[in-house]
T-cell receptor, first 115, second 112 residues
Framework: NAGVMQNPRHLVRRRGQEARLRCSPMKGHSHVYWYRQLPEEGLKFMVYLQKENIIDESGMPKERFSAEFPKEGPSILRIQQVVRGDSAAYFC?????????????FGPGTRLTVT | SQQGEEDPQALSIQEGENATMNCSYKTSINNLQWYRQNSGRGLVHLILIRSNEREKHSGRLRVTLDTSKKSSSLLITASRAADTASYFCAAGGVQGAQKLVFGQGTRLTINP
């Protein structure tokens, strides 16, 4: 059973470009979470999605950031008009059912560098 | 406010010694989880302790939870060089939400 897949592993964007990060959850998992990690810091929750639904986006910046988890295909975290402060590692996690009760399984992360 | 704050921020010990890391949180939780992160890599789940449990063991890991003090500790016994990593606690089910709230982490270095 493959783990959580994220791609690309490394992404370099110039200021003002768009960044698109992909996450394929573990097989059978219908809950996806996105977290951001700045250097030397812990992970900060961004958004929680189920198929075709955003359940909790309380950690998402109000502008430029969006996420989706379509019926078919991976979850996408999109950052428009990137700025240097968006440089971070973005981790996706999945769980088979309602978390808070169960562990989340993390992907290897996408390291975004904005130049 | 930040949940799951950890102490110490960095810990360096000799191989074979025990390592203890502490975590505090601020509001009610459903469970407390510990994760390990090797440099530049993703997170690996270590152990989950539910709010109605006080202690849990997994191999060389021992986790305690004191809900009255809103604190948890992770003990790694007989440490090995391969245990060198950052360790994060994460509060689950904070105020009924599904997200995990992570601490800043403890950077553990095991010296051979």
């Amino acid at each position: 059973n493959a783990g959580v897949m994220q791609n690309p592993r490394h992404l370099v964007r110039r200021r003002g470009q768009e960044a698109r990060l992909r996450c394929s959850p573990m097989k059978g998992h219908s809950h996806v979470y996105w977290y951001r990690q700045l250097p030397e810091e812990g992970l900060k929750f961004m958004v929680y999605l189920q198929k075709e639904n955003i359940i909790d986006e309380s950690g998402m910046p109000k502008e430029r950031f969006s996420a989706e988890f379509p019926k078919e295909g991976p979850s996408i975290l999109r950052i428009q008009q990137v700025v240097r402060g968006d440089s971070a590692a973005y981790f996706c996690a999945s769980s088979p059912r309602t978390t808070g009760l169960y562990e989340q399984y993390f992907g290897p992360g996408t390291r975004l560098t904005v130049t | 406010s930040q949940q799951g704050e950890e102490d110490p921020q960095a810990l360096s010990i000799q191989e074979g010694e025990n390592a203890t890391m502490n975590c505090s949180y601020k509001t009610s939780i459903n469970n407390l989880q510990w994760y390990r992160q090797n440099s530049g890599r993703g997170l690996v789940h270590l152990i989950l302790i539910r709010s109605n449990e006080r202690e849990k063991h997994s191999g060389r890991l021992r986790v305690t939870l004191d809900t009255s003090k809103k604190s948890s500790s992770l003990l790694i016994t007989a440490s090995r060089a391969a245990d060198t990593a950052s360790y994060f606690c994460a509060a689950g089910g904070v105020q009924g939400a599904q997200k995990l709230v992570f601490g800043q982490g403890t950077r553990l270095t095991i010296n051979p």
